[in-house]
C-alpha cells in the first residue's frame, strides 16, 4: 500500500531541488534495488515493489531486512521516472561520501573538471570499477550524483566507487608528490607516455578541463587520433574509458 | 517559407516506418547540416532554415549551392525533434552505402552484431572515425543509421565511415584469410594479444555476440577487469572503444 501522500512526496524527489533539501535520492530496477538492499553504504529509508517482486526475492529482502511496502504496478508508475518500471522503487538517504586521503595518494583517482551530463557521470564510474579505481572526485559544478539517469548508468558502481564533491584548489591541498595527468588535445601520446599511479583530470564535454586546473597538470596526455580521420573529439566518458584502459594496461601488462 | 504539407510531412519522417518508405532522413543544427551541405555522398533533398543560420553561413551555402528555405524559430520548433533545436534542419536522400571488399580485406573492420541502441551506434562510428576504421557493418537486426539519435552521437562521422548492413555469413563470404576477433567475457586479454587487422566483432549490450557468429570468431579477446571490482560488464560503446584504441596502439605505437 502506498497513500497520495507518499506517492507525493516520492514524485517531489523527481527533482533535484527536493532531493537535495531532503537528502534523499531513487533509485529503481531490480538489480540495481537489490544491490542496495545488500549493501551498508547507504541507509534505506523506503521500498516499494510489486507482488511479483517480493514473491522473486525472498532471500535478498530476508537478508537485508528490510520492509518492502507492496504497490500495484499502476502505483509503481506513477511514483517512477521509467516509461517502463521494472517492479521496484526504493528511496534512499543521501550521505555524501568524504574524500579518502590515502586512496588519494596511493592509486589512480580521476577529477571529473565539470562533467554535465549524468550519463556520462554514470559511465565513468562504472569504468573506474571496471579497472579498480576507487575514488572519483568531481568539482563541485559537476553533473549529480544522485541523478537517476547518474545512478541508472552506473549499474551500481556507486556502491564500489567513492564519489566525492570539491573544488580542485581544495583537492589539490590533500595530494602529496602525485603526478596530475590531464586529458588534452595536444599532450604527451599516451600510448607512448610512461604511466604511473596519480590523479587522471577529465574535463568538461564541450569545453575540456578549465583554466585554472589545467595550471596544475604535471603530464599533458593525449589519445592520437588516425592522420586520415577527419573526426575533431571523442565523447568525454569515451575518452575516459580509453584512457583508464591504457593505464589499466602499462600499470598491470607491461 | 515553409508550408502546412511540407511540415506535416518533415514530421511524418520522425517515424521510422515513414523514413523507410520515403528513403529520406533528418538531420539538425549547424554543425551536422553544415558538414553534409559539403559532402557529395548524400544528396540533399531540402533545407529549412532560420534567417539568423542563412546570414552566418553564407560561404558555406553558396560553396554548396543548396537552396535553403528561410523559416521562423517557431516554424523549426514544429518541424524538429529536439527541444532547443539549432537554425538548420535538413533532409536527406538515404542511399544505403555498399560493402567494400578491398577495405574488408586489407584493415580493421567492425562488426556490430545486433546493436540496438541509437546512441551506441553513433557513438561507435565516432570511435571508428577517430582511429581511421573506414567500414563498419551491421547486423540487419542492429539499430538504424538513419535514427536521428544515431546521426546525432556520431558528430557527423556517418560521412567518414562507411555503414553497411548485412548478415555475418554473408559478410563471411567475402572474408579472405581475415582474423574474427570477437569482445567476450572469457577471450585472451587484449593487452597480451597481437593484435593485427582484421574484423571486431561487438556484440549485443544485453547478451553479446549471438551464438550463430561465435562460431566464426578466431580470435576471442577480452578487456580484463581489476582483480578487486565488483562490476559485471562495461557498456557496448566503451568497450568498442577501449578495443580500438588497444588496436591502434598496437599497430601504430608499439
Redesign the interface.
Known amino acids: 500500500m502506498i497513500s497520495k501522500n507518499q506517492i507525493k512526496f516520492i514524485q517531489s524527489l523527481h527533482s533535484k531541488k527536493n532531493r537535495d533539501q531532503e537528502e534523499l535520492f531513487i533509485i529503481e530496477g531490480v538489480k540495481l534495488v537489490n544491490e542496495f538492499l545488500l549493501t551498508s553504504l547507504f541507509e534505506i529509508h523506503s521500498v516499494y515493489g510489486t507482488l511479483d517482486f517480493i514473491n522473486k526475492n525472498k532471500h535478498i529482502i530476508d537478508k537485508s531486512k528490510t520492509i518492502i511496502n507492496e504497490i500495484s504496478e499502476e502505483e509503481l508508475k506513477k511514483i517512477s521516472l521509467q516509461s517502463s518500471p521494472n517492479q521496484i522503487l526504493a528511496v534512499i538517504k543521501a550521505n555524501m561520501p568524504k574524500l579518502n586521503t590515502v586512496l588519494l595518494n596511493s592509486a589512480i583517482n580521476l577529477f571529473l573538471d565539470d562533467i554535465r551530463d549524468p550519463g556520462n557521470l554514470g559511465?565513468i564510474i562504472?569504468?573506474a570499477?571496471?579497472?579498480?579505481?576507487k575514488q572519483i572526485i568531481c568539482s563541485p559544478t559537476s553533473t549529480e550524483l544522485f541523478n537517476p539517469k547518474t545512478l541508472q548508468?552506473s549499474?551500481?558502481?556507486v556502491?564500489?566507487v567513492n564519489v566525492v564533491y570539491m573544488e580542485f584548489d581544495e583537492l589539490k591541498k590533500e595530494l602529496k608528490d602525485v603526478s596530475i595527468y590531464g586529458a588534452v588535445l595536444n599532450g604527451q601520446?599516451i600510448?607512448?607516455s610512461a604511466l604511473q599511479n596519480g590523479l587522471i583530470v577529465i574535463g568538461n564535454e564541450a569545453n575540456g578541463i578549465s583554466e585554472n586546473t589545467l595550471k596544475q597538470i604535471t603530464h599533458p596526455i593525449t589519445?592520437?587520433?588516425?592522420?586520415?580521420?577527419?573526426?575533431?573529439?571523442?565523447?568525454a566518458?569515451?575518452a575516459c574509458?580509453?584512457i583508464c584502459?591504457?593505464f589499466?594496461?602499462q600499470l598491470?601488462?607491461k
Do not use: H, V
Open positions: 559511465t562504472r569504468i570499477d571496471w579497472f579498480g579505481i548508468a549499474m551500481g558502481a556502491l564500489r601520446n600510448y607512448l589519445i592520437p587520433a588516425a592522420t586520415n580521420n577527419g573526426s575533431e573529439s571523442l565523447n566518458a569515451n574509458g580509453m584502459s591504457e589499466f594496461r598491470n601488462f
